[in-house]
């Protein structure tokens, strides 16, 4: 029976703080509640405001950033690469936009691009590796100088690099050029424009795609990072052109200043999507021809933003 009273009791009062609930809203408390939300919203108003004017004011510095290097500082890479012949090579998946701004800019800068080169996601695919080492066993060309303690992947890039590329310039498309990219077509390994090699490049251009969702672990571009480091070591210089998020953790730059070896001898620059970062990759295609390497940009680029010839004080 006291239980019975307790239960009565307790519902009893839960009606009545509800009915006082709704006289207080209807009543006293309704102006306060409208004033409060009326508030409320002035205020959210006011935040998306100037959260609205902060982004307006971010784009326009950003703007007048990369007008400011296009126009006043765009005759620095002026000549700096006359008549030097690059090979363009695109990691899967890079962006076109990414790969014709930087094209543009070395044009400018006095380049010839003489083939532009697609690799294939199959390339790096680890279910093709024996295809793979099979084709560079098959394709190697007797003045292919391969080292012995080299990757399978490098030995790949080794070869490419002999099919696009040389040490020296005045070289030509020959029959074993033919035969290399004949050969990686035909697996379709990659694709070619012009599909016919002409003059074989001297510096090389590689474009770095953006990582894929979610990010991989690092150690997954290890075959990619050693078929750069091949490239490199049949060319006269190697450049590996991304945006932030490829120096990032997930990123290929980031993989590639990872390798100690590969620092040593390819360059990097990770805001090629920039003109600041476009003129920098000049500028680095320009070092490697020199003999020199260095990693370039704003995320972790130990050498800082460019190189130190261009510098007017150190970073």
Not at 22 to 45: H, I, M, N, W, Y
């Amino acid at each position: 029976m006291i239980d019975f009273r307790y239960h009565i009791v307790s519902i009893v009062a839960i009606f009545f703080a509800l009915g006082a609930g709704v006289v207080l809203g209807a009543g006293p408390l309704k102006s306060t509640g409208k004033d409060f939300v009326a508030s409320q919203a002035e205020k959210d108003r006011q935040q998306l405001a100037d959260a609205r004017a902060e982004l307006v004011q971010v784009k326009a510095l950003d703007k007048y950033r990369d007008d400011y290097v296009a126009k006043v500082t765009a005759g620095m890479t002026t000549g700096k690469l006359t008549n030097k012949k690059i090979a363009i090579v695109t990691m899967p998946n890079a962006d076109n936009d990414l790969t014709n701004s930087v094209q543009d800019e070395v044009e400018k800068a006095g380049a010839v691009v003489t083939t532009k080169v697609a690799l294939d996601a199959k390339l790096f695919d680890t279910g093709q590796r024996q295809l793979v080492e099979s084709l560079v066993n098959q394709l190697v060309t007797a003045d292919m100088d391969i080292p012995k303690d080299s990757t399978t992947y490098q030995r790949a890039g080794l070869l490419l690099a002999r099919g696009i590329a040389a040490k020296e310039d005045g070289k030509t498309g020959d029959a074993d050029s033919t035969k290399v990219i004949s050969g990686m077509t035909g697996a379709k390994l990659l694709s070619l424009k012009p599909s016919q090699i002409k003059d074989r490049a001297t510096l090389v251009l590689v474009i770095a795609a953006k990582p894929p969702t979610p990010l991989p672990d690092n150690s997954t571009y290890n075959d990619s990072v050693d078929f750069i480091e091949g490239l490199d070591t049949g060319s006269a210089g190697v450049v590996v052109a991304g945006t932030p998020e490829t120096a990032a953790d997930g990123g290929i730059i980031k993989a590639l200043r990872s390798d100690s070896d590969a620092t040593k001898i390819v360059s990097s620059v990770d805001v090629a999507d920039i003109p600041a970062g476009q003129a920098t990759v000049v500028f680095s295609l320009v070092e490697q021809a020199e003999g020199k390497a260095g990693q370039y940009g704003a995320i972790n680029a130990k050498n800082g933003v460019a190189p130190s010839a261009v510098q007017t004080k150190d970073n």
